[in-house]
């Protein structure tokens, strides 16, 4: 067992927590499993999100005073964001392609579907300046007239699911706001209270200034500071070492408290939900599976000759069980960091500029995850969304995805902004919501091998 590679020990540790929550379930002590195993998980994700946002600071400031000129910066970020926004683009449109040809909304109940569109027509009539998205008027055909009832209490079933108005209105607050929000979030006005609240996008401005202004300074003013930065740096850097060696555990801990919690005491239940939504929760992985095992092999491969298909997972499987498990891509980042840099021998200066900034705004599985959710919504709903609004489609998961906290269920939670932007009914989002955790966790997995594969490549570029 001591001789097994980590990333085994932690898939080992994955396995034997779904079977303890799946026996949990079935002999009923899912209770046992969320009082007494599932806090561990939580303590993980606690410590690697400590480690996190302090990990960033220095290795980007570290990173920056060890380029040897930082007029390679502005490069190396235009290269590095033009990239994100390739394989980001990429994504959705892959999602678009699966979910128009495999159509997982159509295969569902035809009356289900009547009485969806109608509660939709209901909901377009009721909320102004949001108009019909095609010509067919189902209220008023009298052939449909049976489902009107239906179609009231549906509305009402969807509007009314606890806790997501709240968020509903958040969201709507923000997009009121200027379109040059994002900079604004983006420049912090009490740098303590962004490391203490983990705004990492702030974390990473104040930390190129500090590394630029650094460099600007005659060295003898700075070199304690410098070495300061480096010795924090490697302390942060061991952290994550030694916490890895408890992963398998951990990640045992937070794969039984997570699948106990949605099966609860009643493995039916999951059996149902996944009746309802399979197909689509299926297009969903299948569009994920290609983008990890063939979009960003080839894409890598292209640009690098030399890494070998088996050599490229191995060194960043631990990177991808974790995110699996974590369902968050930035507490997942401090153990990216090292996979990248240990195994993958990406340089330090450039996994620590390219993968913080990765881990907040590039999300490829996110943004697939969207696309087809937003269209499968559409086709449950009858509605046939035309060329010109999956065009929008395309460039609003893009902005969702940039703007989605790299935290459990963010995706979902920034899916309002892109069903609203077609014309939508954002309340849709409790429809998906049961199977979210599950999709959630694959689609963090693609959101933290983009990140890996993107700073090998920008690597390569530089
Ligand atoms: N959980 C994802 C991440 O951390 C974001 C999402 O909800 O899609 O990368």
């Given at each position: 067992m001591r001789k097994l590679p980590l990333h085994i020990k932690i898939l080992i540790g994955l396995f034997l927590g779904i079977i303890w929550a799946v026996i949990s379930a079935v002999f009923g002590f899912s209770k046992f499993t969320a009082d007494w195993i599932a806090p561990f998980g939580e303590v993980f994700i606690r410590v690697l999100t400590m480690i996190a946002v302090p990990l960033v600071l220095f290795s980007i400031i570290q990173g920056i005073t060890s380029l040897s000129d930082t007029r390679r910066l502005g490069i190396l970020g235009l290269k590095t964001l033009s990239v994100y926004l390739v394989t980001t683009l990429s994504a959705i449109i892959i999602g678009l392609v699966l979910?128009?040809?495999?159509?997982?909304?159509?295969?569902?109940?035809?009356?289900?579907?009547?009485?969806?569109?109608?509660?939709?027509?209901?909901?377009?009539?009721?909320?102004?300046?949001?108009?019909?998205?095609?010509?067919?008027?189902?209220?008023?055909?009298?052939?449909?007239?049976?489902?009107?009832?239906?179609?009231?209490?549906?509305?009402?079933?969807?509007?009314?699911?606890?806790?997501?108005?709240?968020?509903?209105?958040?969201?709507?607050?923000?997009?009121?706001?200027?379109?040059?929000?994002?900079?604004?979030?983006?420049?912090?006005?009490?740098?303590?209270?962004?490391?203490?609240?983990?705004?990492?996008?702030?974390?990473i401005f104040f930390a190129i200034f500090t590394g630029v202004i650094i460099v600007m300074l005659p060295r003898e003013k700075v070199e304690m500071v410098i070495q300061f930065?480096?010795?924090?740096?490697?302390?942060?850097?061991?952290?994550?070492?030694?916490?890895?060696?408890?992963?398998?555990?951990?990640?045992?801990?937070?794969?039984?408290?997570?699948?106990?919690e949605l099966a609860g005491d009643d493995l039916g239940a999951v059996q149902e939900i996944f009746k309802a939504l399979g197909f689509y929760s299926l297009v969903v992985v299948i569009g994920l599976a290609l983008m990890i095992f063939i979009f960003y092999p080839t894409v890598v491969r292209l640009i690098n000759k030399n890494m070998k298909y088996r050599h490229f997972f191995r060194s960043i499987s631990p990177a991808q069980f974790l995110a699996f498990s974590t369902s968050s891509s930035a507490a997942t980042l401090p153990v990216t960091m090292e996979c990248v840099t240990d195994n993958l021998k990406v340089k330090p200066e450039i996994a620590s500029f390219v993968l913080p900034i990765g881990a907040t705004v590039n999300m490829d599985g996110t943004s697939l995850y969207q696309s087809v959710a937003v269209v499968f919504l559409a086709q449950f709903h009858l509605i046939d969304l035309s060329l010109s609004q999956q065009m929008i489609i395309v460039i609003t998961a893009t902005l969702a995805s940039i703007g989605s906290a790299a935290v459990p269920s963010a995706g979902l939670i920034m899916l309002i902004i892109v069903l609203q932007s077609v014309g939508l009914n954002p309340a849709w989002i409790a429809i998906i919501f049961p199977v979210d955790r599950i999709l959630d966790m694959c689609r963090t997995v693609v959101n933290v091998t983009g990140d890996a594969s993107v700073s090998t490549i920008v690597e390569k570029l530089e």
């Open positions: 979910v128009n040809t495999f159509k997982p909304g159509v295969h569902i109940d035809e009356n289900q579907r009547i009485v969806n569109r109608m509660a939709y027509e209901l909901w377009v009539e009721r909320t102004p300046g949001v108009d019909k998205l095609d010509d067919a008027d189902y209220l008023n055909n009298t052939q449909y007239i049976d489902y009107q009832v239906d179609a009231n209490r549906r509305l009402q079933e969807v509007d009314e699911e606890s806790g997501l108005k709240s968020k509903i209105s958040e969201t709507n607050k923000r997009k009121e706001s200027s379109p040059l929000i994002f900079i604004v979030d983006m420049v912090p006005s009490n740098v303590f209270a962004s490391l203490s609240e983990g705004k990492m996008l702030q974390v930065v480096d010795g924090a740096n490697a302390i942060f850097i061991r952290m994550v070492e030694v916490v890895m060696l408890g992963a398998p555990f951990f990640v045992f801990a937070l794969m039984a408290g997570k699948v106990s």
